[in-house]
T-cell receptor, first 113, second 111 residues
Framework: DAGITQSPRHKVTETGTPVTLRCHQT?????MYWYRQDPGHGLRLIHY???????DKGEVSDGYSVSRSKTEDFLLTLESATSSQTSVYFC????????????FGPGTRLTVT | GQQVMQIPQYQHVQEGEDFTTYCNSSTTLSNIQWYKQRPGGHPVFLIQ?????EVKKQKRLTFQFGEAKKNSSLHITATQTTDVGTYFCAGNTGTASKLTFGTGTRLQVTL
């Protein structure tokens, strides 16, 4: 357990509405990541952060934005949710840098109707 | 961009049988990691391999990193029902600050 929580754990929202998912860590790690998991695609990186206010895009960043104003919190925002963003979202941290192993939160299941 | 493929996508074995999943990258990797995800759970780190040709064991699990550092395998000897889940490999080229995950192999074990 790496002290990672995600909220909410489940959410159903309508197309076109904004949604923010929160990842909170208790161990002050520098590197944090947002992934989405879909059948047949494994885990795909959306955005990642290497420090407060330092973020970068992953392979599937379109339609998503992130913010990190505090070390412990990494927020993922869907500005205008679409049905293609229905997925399970995982947050992760790495303790020893970007090439080291990652520890995942419990996930958020998001359904966009 | 970097691609990491895994085969098979799914395997169903009887308890006691062996299981192997293979991971192949389109580019040379600096290291490779393996994760396990139980149904309804989150991915959990198993191991990291760094050296060409490296072999590591964890009880009934054997992990190998290919000589060219473009492929890897996970072998489970005498599977148990507790081995059920999806196994992912993940690698990076060392120039990127991120991992690329494979598509995963789902293992089902029945008595």
């Amino acid at each position: 357990d790496a002290g990672i929580t995600q909220s909410p754990r489940h959410k159903v929202t309508e197309t076109g509405t904004p949604v923010t998912l929160r990842c909170h860590q208790t161990e002050n790690h520098r590197y944090m990541y947002w992934y989405r998991q879909d059948p047949g695609h494994g885990l795909r990186l959306i955005h990642y952060s290497y420090g407060v206010k330092d973020t970068d895009k992953g392979e599937v960043s379109d339609g998503y934005s992130v913010s990190r104003s505090k070390t412990e919190d990494f927020l993922l925002t869907l500005e205008s949710a679409t049905s293609s963003q229905t997925s399970v979202y995982f947050c992760a941290i790495s303790r020893q840098g970007p090439l080291s192993e990652q520890y995942f939160g419990p996930g958020t299941r998001l359904t966009v109707t | 961009g970097q691609q990491v493929m895994q085969i098979p996508q799914y395997q169903h074995v009887q308890e006691g049988e062996d299981f192997t999943t293979y991971c192949n990258s389109s580019t040379t990797l600096s290291n490779i990691q393996w994760y396990k995800q139980r149904p309804g759970g989150h991915p959990v780190f198993l191991i990291q391999l760094v050296k060409s040709g490296e072999v590591k064991k964890q009880k009934r699990l054997t992990f190998q990193f290919g000589e060219a550092k473009k492929n890897s395998s996970l072998h489970i000897t005498a599977t148990q029902t507790t081995d059920v889940g999806t196994y992912f490999c993940a690698g990076n080229t060392g120039t990127a600050s991120k991992l690329t995950f494979g598509t995963g192999t789902r293992l089902q074990v029945t008595l």
